[in-house]
């Protein structure tokens, strides 16, 4: 489980109580900013270093890249921001990849019905993830992990291990390459749609105050009457659901059902939430926050490529810049674990 100290770090309102009086309180500042301005230096490096990075087909490849990455961290935000974990959104996203490019191709369904059975495959299994969690208590971090293998159990039982190669609907195969007037992506208009549909419902409705309501401190939520198990169950929920349309996506980008296509989403979502949590609102798990935490991995990824750096070296990265975002969120006090 995540911890908030929301005592210890400035994570309420806005820039302009950064300043005190006549005095700029640049902690503060750097706490909400920082990792902001780290994507900028990121993006100048590698703007510098290569010639092709501030391409217009290149800045147009990162979106692209970065949109299933985009709905799969999002959905994981809701997790997080209500103080819980979900380790299962890779195996979640594979389940639901393959699930839709069997329910086309061997089922025979519509692409609309195949996609609608596929996203709420995986919404239910973050419905049981919550009710393991919220009725039997078994720790989020533990039901979590143990559902990753079970979806992937699921997968396998499905496909027998195998990958689902046939030719799918053009209309399937145009959310994840289509452009709109010739040059605007249809995944990235997606992507920012269900980002946009994310923020609005954790940041403008009751709903969200609820799970970040009970995120911060759950035994104050429950104090004041907020019903901090169902809150806890709709966050996985959605969870399972960003991963499940991340997965979708996945199979129209990549033409096939493969069975462990979504596992790496894992870590980069993870890491993205992290990132994110050292920015805005310190301590806190944010839709814009995450998208900043995506944007930045979408740059490392491609700025490397850029620079022929070894294939490997992404890996590292990745998982240093996790590192670093979780040390500098803990030794600030803004999380804690467990």
């Avoid at 309420?12 to 230096?41: E, F, H, K, P, Q």
């Avoid at 490849?61 to 997790?79: D, E, K, P, W, Y």
């Avoid at 759950?218 to 907020?226: D, E, H, K, T």
């Avoid at 198990?229 to 499940?244: E, M, T, V």
């Amino acid at each position: 489980m995540v911890a908030t100290d929301r005592g210890s770090a400035p994570t309420s309102g806005n820039a302009s109580r950064a300043l005190r009086g006549s005095r700029l309180d640049w902690s503060a500042i750097a706490a909400r900013y920082g990792t902001v301005a780290a994507a900028l230096v990121i993006f100048v490096t590698f703007a510098l270093a290569s010639d092709r990075f501030l391409s217009v087909g290149n800045i147009s490849n990162i979106l692209v890249q970065i949109s299933v990455l985009m709905i799969v961290s999002s959905g994981l935000t809701f997790a997080v921001a209500s103080g819980e974990f979900d380790l299962s959104v890779g195996q979640v996203a594979s389940l639901s990849g393959v699930l839709v490019a069997g329910l086309m191709i061997w089922a025979g369904l519509p692409v609309a019905v195949a996609i609608l059975l596929s996203i709420l495959a995986g919404a239910a299994i973050g419905v049981v993830n919550g009710l393991l969690v919220t009725r039997l208590r078994i720790p989020s971090l533990i039901a979590t992990l143990a559902m990753g293998p079970i979806a992937l159990g699921l997968n396998y039982a499905y496909t027998n291990g195998d990958s689902i190669y046939a030719s799918m609907p053009p209309s399937f195969y145009y959310i994840a390459t289509g452009k709109i007037f010739g040059i605007v992506p249809v995944p990235v208009i997606i992507a920012l749609l269900v980002v946009g549909i994310f923020y609005v419902l954790l940041n403008k409705t009751r709903l969200g105050r609820g799970v970040v309501a009970t995120g911060a401190n759950i035994q104050a939520a429950r104090l004041s009457g907020i019903r901090v198990n169902r809150y806890r169950l709709i966050a996985l929920a959605f969870s399972g659901l960003g991963a499940a349309m991340g997965g979708v996506m996945l199979t129209a980008r990549l033409g096939t059902g493969q069975s462990g296509a979504g596992d790496a989403y894992l870590l980069d979502s993870l890491t993205a939430v992290f990132l994110g949590m050292t920015a805005f609102k310190p301590g806190r798990a944010t839709v814009q926050g995450t998208l900043v935490g995506v944007v930045i991995i979408g740059m490392l990824d491609n700025g490397l490529n850029l620079l022929g750096a070894p294939f490997y070296l992404q890996n590292e990265v990745r998982g240093l810049v996790m590192i670093a975002a979780v040390s500098l969120a803990v030794m600030r006090a803004e999380i804690r674990f467990f």
